[in-house]
Structure formats: structure tokens, C-alpha cells
């Protein structure tokens, strides 16, 4: 066995530079954090071959004074706490104290900075850890820090960066971000001398979010605003139709801090369930404020991970938030023609690139500037028509215009100049759904008299789970007393057996919250109902009568959410009259 080393400053800072500077992205991430903690309200940030090459962060935030420029550099040295009792109460988006003796470890450093009480500032050089130089100069109030040559004396690191153009799309991504968790702030980012986004610091989240994603998610979103005794709730949520493949555009800051959430996640996920298809992930961006004292930020170096004294609170909160946003609005689908006409941009302007931190002359010019253009509101074309009003209403359920039934699974409807479509598989299954769900809740599901009753073994893990849920089976409309053994007798069934046998159903049941990780969660329930509905509904390709899909249609309507099928397909969409004419070409 080899012999137990202390191991040198200089090696241990190598290390800690794998932790906290995993790759460029670490090193702009913990430098902008640094920023905002400093009071900046600009922000410039403008990278080189990914970040690889070269980062510069301006701010003009307070700057540091001459005595405590060469001390940031130490391990473990911050502004941002003193003692452990500090790590309690963490309102700062940095207090570990280690981000810049691990970027200096690794690369090439300067740092110009100058506090607003200071006739002169300063500037000072590290490389590799060592300390080269520490100078007066000329320079405004706040902060540059310049690194180059990322990872340059640790090989081993560097030749794991993916290219530069991959580099600088995290970067890109994380620049995204922090627009988003501080719209208070104006940003500008460059690319290689090319300014790729910038924000105005106006405070308007709204103008944020269309200006990164676009008219198309904007206009999808609806706003929501939520307050618990120990949580407030902000932000957009999007229709169904937005849909994505993946988590990445469930976007969560809490305090300010960007985060990744397993309990906001879920908590987002349950109330878009009925909405979405497996494996299909909402689109949200999120602010939950909650007192620092119920929150732990010091979970792991990369900041982005918290833990929340009151986890089911949270939960809760976020989820009805999240369902009264989604719910109160009409969610049938458009379906947008893509029509590609050469347009004019009529409105094209020069663009008027952001000034940089320190050039005060500019900024307020700047910001008056932003005030006159025009930015398209979030709010506006998601104001659609409200329940009673719409296609939904009960007095407008005479207005509308059957026209038929199309290869024997759709039917169309005309109403106010749309036309809509309804899939009779998704319907009558969501219908079915829904009427049996709403007797559970109301407990007022009809149960039917089993003579004989139906004997049924069941293994010991069924039998556990049985008895730890009778209570869950008696509200589901069945009656089952025990006889003898681990034999058990089924006296009474739901009257829905949704085509299903008395056996297979009360099995299918008990074998579901039986391989259940969580035997408890009424979701479960819920999943073996819209399973069982699924089956038992009216298929495609089967021909249905006028009346027939009158009264069908007529009970989806009446639903509280008719949008989706209980597996998240839709149910209806719609064509506007205009995307047909687009498609015939009597208006581009």
C-alpha cells in the first residue's frame, strides 16, 4: 500500500475545480451569481470558442476593495456568510466561497473592478493558482473578470469538453435561464463579437419569455398566481398542445435560484395528467418564493438542488396552482395550417444593441428606448373564451351544426366559424372515465349484489395489500369479506364493469396497487379506471347514429375537463375558417 499524503494547496484547488468547474458553463454560472450578489442591475457577459477560449463578465455591481481582491481567491473565502449559523438562513445565490479559487486554479484570470468610493481601481492577474500581479487602473464602478484558457494546466479535464459550438450552447441555455430568474436585471450576451440575446431589466416576464421562445409558446401560456401561509406562486403555464418530449422546459426558481425539483416536477406533472400522453412533459416557467429559513440551498456544489422543510405544502400549492391555470380556460386545440408565402417584415427595425454595464450615459436612453417598442404581451392572445361562453356553453349547445361522421371514428361539428372534430373512441372513453371517477369522489357508486358471491385465493403480498386498502375497494363499489384462509369473497361489484368480468375486475385492481411502488396513491385508482375505460369504449371505425353522437357529444361537453382522454390524447380540435381559406389559397 502506498504511503498517506497531505496533499498541496495547489493540488487540492485542482480538485475541487472537477466539482464546482465542470466545464465553461460552471465558470460563467458562478461569475454572473457573483454579479447579482454584488447589487449589478447590467450585465454583460460574452464568450469565446464555447468559453473554452475566453469568458468576460461585466458588471456594475459594488466591485471589491484593493485588500479583498487578492483574498476571493483563497478557498472557502466569501462575503456571503460567516459562521455555520449562516447556512440556515442562505438568501445569496453564492456563500461556499470556493467558484474562484477553482477557476483561477485551472486557467488564466484577470480581474478589473472599482468600488464606487475608490478614486482608482484595480487590477489583478492569477494563473494556475498563482498570483502574478496586482496594479492600479482606470475603470468604472463594478467588476470584469476575464478567464482564458480554461483547463489549460489540467489535460485530462480539457480533453472530455465537448466542441466549442456544443460549450457554448450550455452557456447559451444557462444565459436563458438567468433571464428568466432575474428580470430585474438587463443582460447582454455575445458570441464571438455577435450579440446572440439581450433583456431590458424592466421587470416583465411576460416580454422575457417571448423574446427567448418565440411567438408560438407565448401565446400558448396563461399566467397564474397562486399564495399559501408559507409559499407565493408566479408565472406561465402552457396549454397541453405545448407540449414537449423531455423535463427541459419545466423551469423552476425558487428565491431567484434556478433549480431542478423531483417534488416540483411531479407536482407540475400530476396536474397536467389528464391532460398529456405518457411520456409527454408540460411547459411552465415558475416562481416560488418561500422563507429561506424552510429551505436548504446547500444540497451540492452546483447549487441547483434544494430540499424543502414542508414538501407535501409545496407539493400541494404548486399543483393547484398549476390545474386552476390550465383548467379555466378552453383547451381545444388549433390546428395551424403552415402556409409558406415570402412575407416582408414590415415592421423590421435596426436592431439597438444593450450598452455594457459601465456605460451609464447610455442606459437610461437605452431603457427609454425599450419602453416604445412594442413587445407582444403573453396575456393577450391566450384570452380566449371563457366556459359559459364558449363552444362549451350550455346555451350554445343548440347552435351547433352536426355535420357528420367521417371514416367511422370522427365527427364534425360547425360553430362561430370553426369548425371542430371530435375522435368518438376518446370521447366516449373520457366520458366513461368520468362518470365513474365522479361517483368515487361523491361516494355514490352503485354497487350490485354478487348470488353466489365469487371466491377468490390471493397470494400473502395481494392479501397485505388488500387489507391495507378495503376501505378504497368499499368506496369503488365492492363488497369483500374474508373466508377463511387467504380465500376472500366478493358479496358486491361496481354496476360498471366496463365489459369486464366481476373476477378480472376486482384482480386487475389488486394486482395494480400490488406492484404499486406507492399502494396508497387514489392516482393508481385512477389509471386502472381509464385502462378499464379505454377497453370498454366505443372504438374507431365503428359507425354511430346522429342521435347516438348527439347524446355522446352532449356528455363530453357537459364534462369539467372534456379536452383529453384519460391517457392525455385530445378529444377535440379545431380549424378556424381562415387556416381552410389559407388552404385554398383565398388568403395568404
Keep these: 500500500m502506498n504511503r498517506i499524503n497531505i496533499l498541496d494547496d495547489k493540488t487540492i484547488n485542482k480538485i475541487a475545480a472537477g466539482e464546482v468547474v465542470e466545464r465553461p458553463e460552471s465558470v460563467v454560472k458562478e461569475l454572473v451569481e457573483n454579479a447579482i450578489d454584488s447589487g449589478a442591475k447590467n450585465i454583460s457577459i460574452e464568450i469565446k470558442g464555447g468559453g473554452i477560449d475566453y469568458i468576460r463578465i461585466t458588471d456594475n455591481g459594488s466591485g471589491i ?35 474562484l479559487s477553482s477557476i483561477a486554479a485551472v486557467s488564466s484570470v484577470e480581474v478589473m473592478t472599482k468600488t464606487s468610493d475608490s478614486l482608482y481601481g484595480y487590477h489583478y492577474r492569477i494563473k494556475g493558482g498563482v498570483e502574478m500581479s496586482l496594479d492600479e487602473t482606470g475603470c468604472p464602478s463594478g467588476t470584469t473578470v476575464i478567464v482564458r484558457n480554461l483547463f489549460y494546466n489540467t489535460p485530462a479535464r480539457r480533453k472530455f469538453l465537448k466542441s466549442p459550438v456544443t460549450e457554448g450552447t450550455h452557456i447559451t441555455h444557462l444565459v436563458e435561464k438567468l433571464i428568466l430568474s432575474h428580470p430585474e436585471i438587463s443582460f447582454k450576451y455575445t458570441i464571438s463579437n455577435r450579440m446572440l440575446l439581450s433583456s431590458t431589466g424592466n421587470s416583465d416576464h411576460a416580454a422575457d419569455i417571448y423574446s427567448i421562445f418565440g411567438r408560438d409558446i407565448a401565446r400558448r401560456l396563461v399566467e397564474i398566481s397562486f399564495t399559501s401561509e408559507n409559499c407565493s406562486i408566479f408565472g406561465y403555464v402552457a396549454k397541453p398542445e405545448a407540449a414537449r418530449g423531455n423535463r427541459d422546459y419545466e423551469l423552476f426558481f425558487v428565491n431567484g435560484r434556478c433549480i431542478k425539483s423531483r417534488i416540483l416536477s411531479s407536482a407540475v406533472e400530476e396536474a397536467y395528467k389528464p391532460f398529456l400522453m405518457l411520456h409527454r412533459f408540460p411547459f411552465v416557467v415558475l416562481y416560488i418564493d418561500i422563507p429561506s429559513e424552510l429551505l436548504d440551498v446547500n444540497v451540492h456544489p452546483s447549487k441547483t438542488e434544494v430540499r424543502f422543510a414542508q414538501e407535501s405544502e409545496v407539493f400541494s400549492v404548486v399543483c393547484d396552482a398549476v390545474t ?32 455594457e454595464p459601465f456605460e451609464t450615459t447610455r442606459i437610461e436612453q437605452y431603457r427609454e428606448t425599450v419602453k416604445n417598442i412594442q413587445v407582444p404581451s403573453v396575456s393577450e392572445p391566450v384570452q380566449e373564451t371563457l366556459f359559459k361562453e364558449g363552444f362549451l356553453g350550455e346555451q350554445n349547445r343548440i347552435k351547433h351544426r352536426i355535420v357528420g361522421q367521417v371514416f367511422d371514428t370522427y365527427w364534425i361539428i360547425e360553430y362561430d366559424g370553426k369548425m371542430y372534430i371530435i375522435d368518438q373512441h376518446a370521447a366516449h372513453e373520457k366520458v366513461l372515465y368520468e362518470r365513474f371517477s365522479k361517483q368515487i369522489a361523491q361516494n355514490e357508486v352503485t354497487s350490485q349484489l354478487l348470488s353466489p358471491p365469487v371466491i377468490i385465493s390471493l397470494s400473502p403480498a395481494n392479501e397485505e395489500v388488500l387489507t391495507q386498502n378495503l376501505e378504497r375497494f368499499r368506496l369503488s363499489g365492492f363488497e369483500i369479506e374474508h373466508f377463511g384462509g387467504r380465500e376472500y369473497a366478493l358479496t358486491a361489484v361496481p354496476a360498471e364493469l366496463f ?29 386502472r379506471i381509464a385502462t378499464m375505460a379505454c377497453k370498454a369504449a366505443v372504438k374507431g371505425n365503428m359507425r354511430l347514429s346522429v342521435p347516438e353522437a348527439d347524446a355522446l357529444i352532449s356528455e363530453l361537453l357537459s364534462l369539467d375537463n372534456p379536452y383529453n382522454c384519460p391517457h392525455g390524447r385530445p378529444t377535440i380540435v379545431s380549424f378556424t375558417r381562415s387556416e381552410l381559406d389559407k388552404m385554398f389559397k383565398r388568403i395568404v
Design 65 to 99: 476593495k484593493k485588500d479583498d481582491i487578492p483574498l476571493a481567491f483563497c478557498r472557502h473565502a466569501t462575503s456571503k456568510i460567516s459562521s455555520e449559523a449562516d447556512l440556515m438562513n442562505i438568501t445569496s445565490l453564492g456563500f461556499r466561497g470556493e467558484a
Design 324 to 355: 386552476e391555470g390550465i383548467t379555466r380556460r378552453e383547451l381545444i386545440p388549433e390546428v395551424n395550417v403552415q402556409i409558406k408565402e415570402a412575407v416582408r417584415d414590415e415592421e423590421k427595425k435596426e436592431i439597438v444593441p444593450p450598452p
Design 499 to 527: 365489459r369486464l368480468t366481476e373476477k378480472e375486475y376486482f384482480l386487475e385492481m389488486l394486482d395494480d396497487m400490488t406492484s404499486s411502488p406507492f399502494p396508497k396513491d387514489s392516482a393508481m385508482i385512477n389509471d
